[in-house]
């Protein structure tokens, strides 16, 4: 069974930075994307970044240049490096691993940042 768990989270004023991890455990086939998505209180989850057959890198236009999706195969492990916050980017972060037959969820790790 697949399983993510999402950590890096925290508290940061506005310009700060953070980097979150996913690690992902078990094992399904024909997975070949891996995304970040967050959800702010009282808004829908959105799509941050994803990263297609661990090489295309595509991005929301609201991170874009600040953000970065990247992993380490060897770990299994996603990252999403995040620079220059601003508190519109508070929100639960979730990272997604995307399979043909089924999507899989971690729990979330919290950002705030404080202007």
């Known amino acids: 069974q697949v399983k993510l768990v999402e950590s890096g989270g925290g508290s940061v004023q506005a310009g700060g930075s953070l980097r979150l991890s996913c690690a992902v455990s078990?094992?399904?086939?024909?997975?070949?994307?891996m995304s970040w998505h967050r959800q702010a209180p009282g808004k829908e989850r959105e799509f941050i970044a994803v990263?297609?057959?661990?090489?295309?890198?595509t991005y929301a236009d609201s991170v874009k240049g600040r953000f970065t999706i990247s992993q380490d195969n060897a770990k299994n492990i996603l990252y999403l490096q995040m620079l220059s916050l601003k508190p519109e980017d508070t929100a639960m972060y979730y990272c997604?691993?995307?399979?043909?037959?089924?999507?899989?969820w971690g729990q979330g790790t919290q950002v705030t940042v404080s202007s």
């Open positions: 997604k691993k995307t399979c043909r037959i089924n999507n899989y």
């Open positions: 078990g094992y399904s086939s024909d997975c070949y994307v």
């Open positions: 990263l297609s057959s661990g090489v295309i890198a």
